[in-house]
Every structure is written in structure tokens, then in C-alpha cells.
């Protein structure tokens, strides 16, 4: 993977850089729609590619491992063969998903043990192993195994959990360099940074996964109850000590707002489930406000769901008949919601782009997050 700053903004730590993997370039920042069983929910392919213009989607080591299983996938030659996604794909070491089923999980130096949500068998997943079932899935993108800690936290915890977490990256990059991708194109490790809310530990765990000089950084354990200003706080801390020619990717994150001003702080990667499970609850994001869209005030409302975007040209979906599809439980309500939400998300991070080049980005920020916090 090949990653080139194109421009830093003068009022911020915003940037615009081009990403070329082996599956197509990917111009950052950039939100990645969660895909995590190997589909982003209600959203085909080819709308993900021509309507919304994704560049790169997610996809998660937990549930593919699970289902449809790593035997399944190898057969078919790959995840981007199996799911018919040509361009790149991320996928998360299943950290996030060990840490959620805290109540059938055990964490210990080898690795973690936990029960499938499926059908409670037991399974073992460490950092060797992890590197090689990303290997099977063959991500362009794949993440290191670590340990995701809650919210609040114990700072003896935090700190315990960091340094087996740094202790597994090096487990994982021994793996990972001493094997070789299956499907005839690279692969890239990225190390995640964690520390919970605690500046000194983050401090370390930036400066340590930016010793192992991988091709990119993630952050991870934010996003998982704190503060939005103590996200903001870590994140910028940890911005300025990862190495400014490669990408930071903030994991699980978030809100338009929390995206508009991570990428001021730094970040160029997003992925959140937010857009899309908002969206199958009738929660649409505009560039001036959110709309409950079950709310009876849309009822007799014939205006179309968002009049400044123009991702249907040729079909007028009203907020009327979005709001009369959702409360009919019927599928092609999911569907129109959930495009929209992804839709704008990309727009958003391409027009933060866009400022980012012109130099006005920091004013435009400004007034978006403004306007996107509303209830219509």
C-alpha cells in the first residue's frame, strides 16, 4: 500500500491524501460502510459503488469466521470474490466483538476464548491465528488483534490491557511477515493504538505502535461510551505523535459532526455502523439536521427526503412515503434509508476534501457541524 499527502489545511491538521492499494485508489478522508458479514445491510453492490460511490468497505474477521466460515470463503477464491466487491476492503481483527461479549469471553496472554453467539461453541482466537484467518478473508487492509477496553475503565486495567495489546502486535507482525497473502495481491497490517481516556497511556501506546513503522495506524478504544471531548482530546493527541506520512484510521466513529472534527484533528479513515443502523430506525442525517422520519409531522410530507441530494435523478422518494414504508415494516424502507444515510456520509467526507484542497475548510466545518446537529 502506497500512501501520498496531496495537502495539509493551514487551520487545522485536516488532510487530503490519495491511499493506492492493489484493488484501486482511495481518496481520504474517507468513510468506510460497514459490511460486517461480508455485506453492508440492504445496500447491493453495485449500488455501493455507482450510487454512493464507496471506495473501500468493511468487513469483520468475528462473523466471517463464524459464518460463512474460512473454508467457504478460500473456495471461492477470496471475500472480494465472494461478496463480487472488486475494490478495496478493511477488515477488523474481531477485537471489538471479543470485548462485546464480555459476559462468554475469557482474555489471556495466548489469546481470547469465547463463545459463538451462534451456537455457543468455543473458539480460540490469537494473534497468529487472527493474521492468518485475515489472511484466508484477504483483506487489502487487515488489523491487528487487540484488546478493546470499556468505558469507564480502571487506569491499572487500561495500562495492563495496553501492553498485551502491544505485546500481540508483535505476535501479529511476526506472522504476518513471515507469511504471504493467498490470492495473488498485498495485504497491510495496521497496528491499534489503545489506552483508553488516559493521556499517559495513549502517549505510550501512539509512540509504541508508531515504532513498529507499519503502513498505516488505527485508533481504537474510543467511541465506546466516553465524552465526545475526551474522544476529541485523545484523538488529537494521538494525531500528533503518529507519523504524519502515513494514514490514521479512528475506528467505529461516528456521527457526521465527530467526523467533520476528527478529520480536523488529523484522522483520514472513518467506519461506523451508525448510518446504516439508523437508518432501519427511521434516522436520516442532512446537511441541515436530523429527521426522525417516524415522526407524524412527515406523514402528509410530499417534499422529497433530502432536496439538495441527487442520489435518485431519476426517482422522487418522499419523506410521506419513506415514513409510510418504515411504519409498514417494509423492506424497501431499510433500503431507501439506508442509502440515503450512506450516501451523504461519503458526500460529506468528499466535500471535507474538497475544502481541505481550497483552504476553507476549518469555516465550512464550522457552520456543517452547526447545521447537521439539528432536529427537523
Not at 53 to 81: C, F, M, S, V, W
Amino acid at each position: 500500500m502506497k500512501f501520498d499527502l496531496v495537502v495539509t489545511d493551514n487551520s487545522s491538521s485536516a488532510r487530503a491524501g490519495l491511499m493506492q492499494t492493489d484493488h484501486g485508489t482511495i481518496e481520504t478522508p474517507i468513510f468506510m460502510p460497514v459490511g460486517t458479514a461480508g455485506t453492508v445491510k440492504a445496500v447491493h453492490q453495485r449500488e455501493l459503488k455507482d450510487d454512493i460511490e464507496a471506495q473501500i468497505i468493511l468487513g469483520n474477521t468475528y462473523h466471517l469466521y463464524l459464518r460463512p466460515g474460512l473454508d467457504t470463503i478460500q473456495k471461492a477464491g477470496g471475500l472480494h470474490k465472494f461478496n463480487g466487491w472488486e475494490h478495496p476492503i478493511l477488515t477488523d481483527s474481531g477485537g471489538y466483538q471479543v470485548y462485546s461479549l464480555s459476559d462468554i469471553r475469557k482474555i489471556k496472554e495466548e489469546g481470547a476464548t469465547f463463545q459463538s453467539h451462534i451456537d455457543g461453541s468455543k473458539h480460540l482466537f490469537t494473534p497468529e491465528n487472527v493474521m492468518d484467518i485475515q489472511r484466508v478473508i484477504g483483506a487489502d487492509i487487515i488489523m491487528a488483534f487487540d484488546e478493546c477496553t470499556p468505558y469507564p475503565c480502571e487506569y491499572t486495567y487500561a495500562r495492563k490491557s495496553m501492553e498485551m495489546t502491544h505485546r500481540w502486535l508483535k505476535r501479529c507482525c511476526d506472522r504476518f511477515d513471515s507469511t504471504e497473502g493467498l490470492y495473488g495481491y498485498n495485504q497491510t497490517l495496521f497496528p491499534i493504538v489503545q489506552g483508553s481516556t488516559f493521556k499517559d497511556l495513549r502517549k505510550q501506546s501512539a509512540e509504541t505502535i508508531a515504532s513498529f513503522e507499519r503502513e498505516g495506524n488505527a485508533i481504537g478504544g474510543l467511541s465506546v461510551g466516553e465524552p465526545a471531548p475526551e474522544m476529541y482530546e485523545m484523538t488529537e493527541l494521538v494525531c500528533n505523535i503518529l507519523p504524519k506520512a502515513k494514514p490514521r484510521y479512528l475506528m467505529g466513529v461516528g456521527t457526521p459532526m465527530n467526523i467533520l472534527e476528527c478529520i480536523a484533528l488529523g484522522v483520514d479513515m472513518f467506519d461506523c455502523v451508525m448510518p446504516t443502523r439508523n437508518a432501519r430506525n427511521g434516522m436520516l442525517f442532512t446537511q441541515h439536521g436530523i429527521i426522525n422520519i417516524k415522526n407524524e409531522k412527515w406523514k402528509n410530507d410530499f417534499s422529497p427526503i433530502d432536496e439538495t441530494s441527487d442520489l435518485y435523478a431519476d426517482q422522487v422518494y418522499t419523506k410521506a412515503y419513506l415514513r409510510h414504508l418504515l411504519q409498514s415494516k417494509e423492506i424497501l424502507g431499510a433500503q431507501i434509508a439506508t442509502l440515503h444515510n450512506l450516501h451523504f456520509y461519503l458526500w460529506l467526507v468528499k466535500e471535507a476534501r474538497k475544502h481541505i484542497i481550497q483552504g476553507d475548510f476549518i469555516q465550512w466545518k464550522n457552520k456543517m457541524v452547526v447545521d447537521m446537529g439539528k432536529r427537523l
